[in-house]
């Protein structure tokens, strides 16, 4: 899953860590999601969503070569 999580956390000029703090994970799964090494779980996919004020699909967006 790809999506614009780093892009959105340095237009709002926020640290992996402010973040993570404000959403109750670690550094490291920020860092991770950022990366694509971890695809959030619902939950904490809509608390990202809610802290940037946009919808899931407007952070995540689905791999184009994934097949459903």
């Keep these: ?3 614009t ?3 959105l956390r340095n237009q709002h000029g926020i640290s992996q860590a402010e973040i993570a703090s404000q959403l109750n994970v670690s550094r490291q799964t920020i860092n991770s999601i950022e990366n694509g090494k971890y695809d959030p ?3 904490l996919a809509f608390k990202i969503a809610q802290y940037f004020q946009l919808k899931i699909e407007d952070i995540f967006l689905p791999d184009e070569h ?3």
């Design 5 to 7: 999580l780093r892009v």
């Design 1 to 3: 899953m790809n999506n």
């Design 41 to 43: 779980s619902l939950p």
């Design 66 to 68: 994934r097949h459903i």
